[in-house]
T-cell receptor, first 111, second 112 residues
Framework: TQLLEQSPQFLSIQEGENLTVYCNSSSVFSSLQWYRQEPGEGPVLLVTVVTGGEVKKLKRLTFQFGDARKDSSLHITAAQPGDTGLYLCAVKTSGTYKYIFGTGTRLKVLA | DADVTQTPRNRITKTGKRIMLECSQTKGHDRMYWYRQDPGLGLRLIYYSFDVKDINKGEISDGYSVSRQAQAKFSLSLESAIPNQTALYFC???????????FGQGTRLTVV
């Protein structure tokens, strides 16, 4: 079983639509990260959320950490083709600093 | 030049062959990681190293071995490749605070 489950696994939408993707776990984390991976590239960090209930915005992307620090969501407003990619949530295990990644949501935004 | 460089970028090999994937970094980070990526499974940790003398197994280390030749170099070996090791492999680094993982561009490995 995966520590971090992401949903949906795939999402194909039209340019201009809004969307939300989710990252869920039964474990509590001190922080959670979101990465985006474009074709042919490695993942790149978008944001780190630390406090339960925290909301961070990055242009049209809004990230929220659940109150209980077990889950997170990523909302994209007015999606654009440039948002296409694989979105991965990740947590860093305390002490050992291993990064554990979620199953990923593959987003395709059609022009 | 990329901060984290993986070679080769693509490789096709036969079942039973030994293959080495190489990773080098110019970020000066002590921590290095090897992940494999499969569709629907995200990134799974194979091995990680926190310095030249410290190497640890990840979730899926069976069938793999690693070597940390220097702070900047971390190699992944498949001693006897099998088809279900066909995947995209990523090397990553992080600093002592572990605030962010920096990834290479990946190596696409196909075992036939």
């Amino acid at each position: 079983t995966q520590l971090l489950e992401q949903s949906p696994q795939f999402l194909s939408i039209q340019e201009g639509e809004n969307l939300t993707v989710y990252c869920n776990s039964s474990s509590v984390f001190s922080s959670l990260q979101w990465y985006r991976q474009e074709p042919g590239e490695g993942p790149v960090l978008l944001v780190t959320v630390v406090t339960g209930g925290e909301v961070k915005k990055l242009k049209r992307l809004t990230f929220q950490f659940g109150d209980a620090r077990k889950d997170s969501s990523l909302h994209i407003t007015a999606a654009q083709p440039g948002d296409t990619g694989l979105y991965l949530c990740a947590v860093k295990t305390s002490g050992t600093y291993k990064y554990i990644f979620g199953t990923g949501t593959r987003l395709k935004v059609l022009a | 030049d990329a901060d984290v460089t993986q070679t080769p970028r693509n490789r096709i090999t036969k079942t039973g062959k030994r293959i080495m994937l190489e990773c080098s970094q110019t970020k000066g980070h002590d921590r290095m990681y090897w992940y494999r990526q499969d569709p629907g499974l995200g990134l799974r940790l194979i091995y990680y190293s926190f310095d030249v003398k410290d190497i640890n197994k990840g979730e899926i280390s069976d069938g793999y071995s690693v070597s940390r030749q220097a702070q900047a170099k971390f190699s992944l070996s498949l001693e006897s490749a099998i088809p279900n090791q066909t995947a995209l492999y990523f090397c990553a680094t992080s600093d002592a605070d572990g605030a962010e993982a920096f990834f290479g561009q990946g190596t696409r490995l196909t075992v036939v």
